[in-house]
């Protein structure tokens, strides 16, 4: 399948923007049962973001062009041991963090680093739409509360 990178990075922005970060409706009948699944569909492009857990959580990213799987990511991680009583605080600057990011670049998930009041993001990222890692870190007050380990990538047949 010959597909244009540059509308693939263009629709998984769109579709994040669309879902976690915006507080997006969960699927009332998800694909994966006892997962949250939150689902955006463009035209021939369809994302679905299936994860599971809360201030420690599993998840898929999912993007299908004309209904074939071409692009993937998986992520892991979560609140530190101890400093779970933060998670919706954490989480809420995660989602404006992840509204922050340069759009003409692709990044799997926010800036290289974003300070606001009290709170610090630091994401490092190898790689681009096509084949990627990454590694984001969020800070409170200076100590390290929050991490996730992301994957991902086109998907070739």
Known sequence: MNMDLNKLQEFVQRAGAATYISGGKEEENPERPGFKEL???????????SYIGFTRSRGM?????????VWSTSYGGG??????????ET?????KVMLAKNP?????????????GDWEYKYLQ??????????????????FFFF?????????Y
């Open 126 to 143: 190898e790689g681009d739409i096509e084949e990627f890692n990454g590694y984001e870190e969020i800070y409170f007050k200076g100590e």
């Open 148 to 156: 996730h380990r992301i994957i991902g990538g086109v998907i070739n």
């Open 91 to 95: 989480f809420s600057f995660l989602k």
């Open 104 to 116: 003409s670049t692709f990044s799997a998930r926010g800036p290289l680093n974003l300070k606001e």
């Open 79 to 88: 609140m530190v041991r101890g400093k779970e009583n933060l998670a919706k």
């Open 61 to 69: 990213e999912v993007v299908r062009y004309q209904r074939t799987p």
């Open 39 to 49: 689902v955006y569909i463009e035209g021939d492009w369809n994302y679905r973001d």
